[in-house]
């Protein structure tokens, strides 16, 4: 599973870990590491035909631009009447420099302040039927601009059946809601409301 999953992760090389099996060694988190410089958390699932494993819930990266990583990471599986779900819970950061106003002449400048996110987020995975996982879906968000620009979002993730239920949700600042942001490294902040698991899943080993 480490070998097929490095040779097409975006982290190319490096240790890779099982992480966050909550009783179940076929469902949790691939963590690849490449050298501390970048970092891939993958949720996967195991079936009667053998591993599956998802593009990249997650990423690390760190240098003097970005910093970009993981905090907290845990799992647990949840059984209702539509199935087994694994939901993945994670914490994030990405703190990033913005030098579209840097003075590169001026050799005493102050290097730009960074601007700052940081969120907390649901994958929600299934593995029976055909195998699928959720893009993150973001339950916290606090956003901080080095020009006073802020953001806030927050929300509760449950699950009914196979329905997941967003609910409480407060936004203000610079954030954007909607469903309509299918790639994995998009910030995904729901309005309230009933979506089927269907909808926000993205069935891509």
């Known amino acids: 599973m480490c070998e097929q999953t490095i040779r097409e992760s ?12 909550p009783g179940d060694s076929g469902l949790g988190v691939l963590n690849i590491d490449e050298l501390g410089i970048m970092r891939c958390w993958h949720p996967v699932v195991r079936t009667a035909a053998g591993w599956v494993v998802f593009e990249a819930a ?3 990266q760190h240098g003097s631009e970005v910093d970009q990583n993981v905090d ?6 949840e059984n209702n009447d539509a199935g087994e779900f ?6 994030d950061h990405i703190y990033e420099r913005n030098w579209d106003y840097a003075d590169f002449e001026d050799e005493d400048a102050e290097p730009p ?6 969120a907390e987020s ?4 299934r593995r029976d039927g055909v195998p699928a996982c959720t893009q993150p879906i973001t339950v916290r968000y606090e956003y901080r601009g080095d020009d006073g620009t802020t953001g806030d979002y927050s929300a509760q ?3 009914r059946g196979g329905t997941i239920v967003i609910a409480a949700v407060t936004s ?12 994995w490294e998009g910030i995904l902040m729901l309005p309230a409301g009933e979506y089927e698991f269907g909808q926000l899943a993205t069935p891509r080993p």
């Open 113 to 118: 302040p960074w601007e700052t996110i940081d």
């Open 10 to 21: 975006l982290c190319g090389a490096g240790q890779c870990e099982l992480l966050a099996t």
């Open 122 to 125: 649901v994958v929600v995975c």
């Open 157 to 159: 993730l449950s699950l």
């Open 172 to 183: 203000s600042g610079k954030v954007e809601l909607g469903v309509d942001r299918r790639d």
């Open 72 to 77: 907290r990471l845990t799992s647990r599986i």
């Open 58 to 60: 997650a990423l690390g």
């Open 86 to 91: 694994l939901l993945i819970e994670y914490a």
